[in-house]
């Protein structure tokens, strides 16, 4: 960046208000950088409020001071390189016309601390899908391998923990492969099993009894197509939506093919799913394999697959964490409660319940 000091090295133009290094012996020598915004970038840097710069003030072990258009960094000399690399990232997406808020904030943080090769400046541009005015990018580093592995593969498993994008990314991804004549259909699909609870009978036609099943796969289809496109498209089968049952007896060519929540399936349903795999085609597997409702006794067809596919080509699994939760920031810490707590009761089997399996 224009104006940064390499490396973190002192500078003599200190102003007054940031503080002199110190000369004690036996400390960390500080080391100060001050570098000019572009002026068009400045609001959407710091934020509204400065909600931005606070956030950066809080996570940053830098001191970081603001005066007009120039930021200055002060602090021990690894800090001070850190924090001019994650504004260099910030300045970057705002000059690329992104949104830039407390949570790009916090994701630019996370990525560089984790020592990925990526920079997050172009993992939090990478647009997937656009429609009125809103685009469907990764938001975590994890995000876009996932999404660039889908790119690459022809069968995909992405696992990991609610709110971390494992479905939503793979609709993204398949209707760009719709709209850019890749493949000719989309098929989603998932297992009829119940959360824990018995609905009962339910009245109505086949199509309305395993509706609520469905649902979300519809929700997430509403954010990227136009609604009043779908019955259309699914009456002239560009779009199915089926349960798992649905697809045993096919072979399903030229088509963006997700199985959703396959943590409730079985080893031997997704057997039969994996060979539905036509020409032309490609697979999508989600799931959270600590979220198995299956009765009591039934393997996870999740857990088991990775074994067994071990050493065959053309197949990638991504693995997302609670780093990677994209809903409320309150869901990733309820993610890690959840294992740490199963982790205890993994590790003392006396103390009763060791969770569903």
């Given at each position: ?218 929700d997430a289809l509403h954010d990227m197509v136009d609604p009043e496109s779908i019955p259309r498209l699914t009456q002239a089968g560009t779009i199915e939506i089926a349960p798992l049952a649905y697809m045993r007896g096919r072979t399903l060519n030229d088509a963006f093919i997700i199985l959703d929540e396959a943590q409730n399936t079985t080893p031997e349903q997704m057997k039969m799913f994996l060979t539905r795999l036509g020409f032309g085609s490609k697979i999508v597997v989600t799931g959270d394999i600590t979220q198995v409702d299956l009765p009591s006794g039934q393997r996870s067809g ?56």
């Amino acid at each position: 960046m224009a104006g940064t000091a390499q490396g973190g090295a002192a500078r003599s133009d200190v102003p007054p208000d940031v503080p002199q290094p110190d000369s004690t012996p036996g400390t960390a020598q500080a080391a100060q950088s001050r570098f000019p915004i572009p002026d068009a970038a400045v609001l959407t840097l710091l934020g509204s409020r400065d909600e931005n710069l606070r956030v950066a003030e809080e996570l940053l072990a830098a001191d970081v001071h603001v005066r007009g258009n120039e930021v200055t960094l002060t602090g021990v000399p690894a800090d001070v390189a850190f924090a001019e690399r994650v504004f260099a990232e910030l300045v970057t997406l705002a000059g690329r016309g992104q949104q830039v808020g407390p949570d790009t904030v916090r994701r630019t943080i996370g990525m560089l601390s984790s020592g990925g090769a990526e920079s997050p400046a172009d993992v939090l541009s990478l647009d997937i899908l656009s429609r009125r005015g809103r685009t469907i990018r990764p938001k975590t580093l994890n995000q876009k391998k996932y999404v660039d592995a889908i790119d690459k593969h022809t069968v995909v498993f992405g696992i990991g923990p609610a709110g971390t994008g494992k479905t939503y990314l793979a609709m993204a991804k398949a209707v760009q492969a719709l709209q850019a004549k890749q493949v000719t259909r989309i098929v989603l699909t998932r297992p009829a099993v119940e959360a824990g609870e018995r609905l009962g009978y339910l009245p109505g036609t086949l199509n309305e009894k395993i509706d609520p099943y469905l649902r979300p796969l519809y929700d997430a289809l509403h954010d990227m197509v136009d609604p009043e496109s779908i019955p259309r498209l699914t009456q002239a089968g560009t779009i199915e939506i089926a349960p798992l049952a649905y697809m045993r007896g096919r072979t399903l060519n030229d088509a963006f093919i997700i199985l959703d929540e396959a943590q409730n399936t079985t080893p031997e349903q997704m057997k039969m799913f994996l060979t539905r795999l036509g020409f032309g085609s490609k697979i999508v597997v989600t799931g959270d394999i600590t979220q198995v409702d299956l009765p009591s006794g039934q393997r996870s067809g999740l857990r088991v697959v990775r074994d067994i596919l071990d050493g065959v080509e053309d197949l990638h699994f991504a693995t997302l964490t609670s780093q990677d939760v994209v809903r409320h920031k309150l869901v990733g810490d309820i993610v890690d409660a959840y294992e740490k707590w199963q982790a205890a009761q993994d590790a003392e089997p006396a103390n009763g319940w060791k969770g569903r399996r």
